[in-house]
């Protein structure tokens, strides 16, 4: 009776962490996006969302932030792992050192490339110092959007595509060596490899790396907010100024209760379409 037990009491700390922790405040956030507070049930709130004049703006600046960086991350990611996978010599030290952002916060890696990126930050320096530029150039300017945008997408590269090489590393690590090999002996090339080998072979890294991604992506704040503050609307960003500056919860919960909604919906698509076959014993 006991080791029946067993298995039970050693999941029960993760189950009461995510009631307590996951569960739970996500109940309370999607019945403040449609309750008041005397209990009444109300879509007003989510109508006051969808009519809020920024609305349109963070969820399209959100969605081009998504449909860049994690096509991006996922190409340089697999092209970084791929490198690593061939390297004979130094492999862990250059792994070490792509690693780095994991250990940076969302809001330090938007600090670090703000000192890069502004009107007297080392990029100006640079450009003024090979003669492209006479002066200072504003490139954080809500008068130059697509400098902005790029500056953005650039530092979301650099942040956070660690955590996608991490994956996809371990992934490769785990395709057996010896289908390349036989590959090599009946003279496939090394493209004809990665493309009928690898890649087939790394289909569950790759979905798990970019579900992951993508849910962040759509979370994305600290980065855009540290660059650009107001100017480059998204998501979180509107449910952070409707909670802090206009101290609306409701419809902050709102925000909150979409991008959740958005998130799931990504999740989905990438489950359908990169669909990973389930092992069986034979």
Known sequence: MNAQRTPYLLIAPSVIFLLVLFIWPLAETALMAFRTADGTWTSQYVSKMLGDLNFGIALKNTLILVAIVVPLQMVVALGMAMMLQNMDRGRMAFLYIWTIPLGVSDLAAGLAWLAIFNDRGYFNTVLSGMGFISGPTSWLSY????????????????????????????GVQLIP??????????????????????????KPSLQS??????????????????????????????????????????????????????????????????????????
């Open 143 to 170: 008068q130059n959007p697509a400098a902005l945008f790029v500056c953005v997408i650039i530092a979301e590269i650099w942040r956070a595509t660690a955590i996608v090489l991490v994956i996809l590393v371990a």
């Open 209 to 282: 790396a970019l579900i992951l991604r993508t849910v962040l992506a759509f979370e994305v704040f600290a980065v855009v907010y540290a660059l650009a503050g107001r100017d480059l609307p998204v998501l979180v960003g509107e449910a952070y100024n409707w909670q802090g500056a206009y101290q609306n919860t409701n419809v902050a919960s709102a925000y909150a209760l979409f991008i959740l909604v958005v998130s799931i919906a990504s999740t989905l698509v990438y489950l359908k379409v990169l669909k990973v076959k389930r092992e069986t014993l034979s």
């Open 177 to 202: 060596k010896e289908y390349n090999e036989a590959a090599e002996v009946f003279g496939a090339s090394p493209w004809k490899r990665f493309m009928k080998i690898t890649l087939p072979l790394l």
